[in-house]
């Protein structure tokens, strides 16, 4: 469901996907409001479901996670059963950021983060305790783009 919003909604939404740390007395004094009202906005935001979680992002290298790799799944179950045993195990290995169930010829596709090679290899052996059909896995060598802010320009504002 699109939440209605004004100017003042989509300039917060933008401060705060580019740094979440701004105090609301920066956010209102950047967006031309009172601290309260800047407040009551990011809270009705939230109760709304806008804005979803307030993170702070880690470097990967820094925290020995240095290798992006993409997993590709087949599976010849499709099952409720299956399916909700590959969520327990998808859920349960850390390394695994992402998870995604696919049209075509993919049935799933997983992104994670590991150490090196053999951090994939420990990853892949609990990965395949789902009784997967076929995985292949591509690995990130070059980071061309990254970003967690969505575009805003697509919201119809209030009138």
């Known amino acids: 469901m699109v939440v209605a919003m004004d100017k003042q909604d989509v300039e917060l939404l933008g401060l705060l996907q ?12 950047r967006v031309g409001m009172s601290k309260s009202a800047c407040w009551r906005r990011i809270q009705k935001l939230e109760e709304q479901g806008v804005i979803g ?10 925290v020995n996670l240095p290798l992006t790799v993409y997993v590709s799944i ?4 499709h099952s409720e059963r299956w399916a909700s045993e590959f ?22 596709l ?19 305790k789902a009784e997967l059909f ?5 690995f990130v060598m070059e980071k061309m783009k990254h970003t967690t802010e969505l575009p805003l320009h697509y919201l119809e504002l209030k009138k």
């Not at 580019?18 to 004094?29: I, K, P």
């Not at 997983?110 to 990853?123: C, F, R, S």
């Not at 076929?134 to 591509?138: H, L, T």
Request: glycine residues 4%.
């Open 53 to 62: 979680h307030r993170v702070t992002l880690l470097n990967q290298e820094s």
């Open 110 to 128: 997983i992104k994670a983060v590991v150490t090196d090679m053999p951090g994939y290899d420990n990853l892949y052996k609990r990965l395949i």
């Open 74 to 77: 087949r599976t010849n179950e």
């Open 87 to 108: 969520q327990k195990v998808v859920n349960a290995l850390p390394e695994v950021l992402e998870v995604y169930r696919m049209s075509g010829d993919l049935d799933y």
């Open 18 to 29: 580019q740094d979440a740390s701004f105090s609301v007395g920066e956010l209102a004094e």
């Open 134 to 138: 076929d995985v292949s896995s591509s």
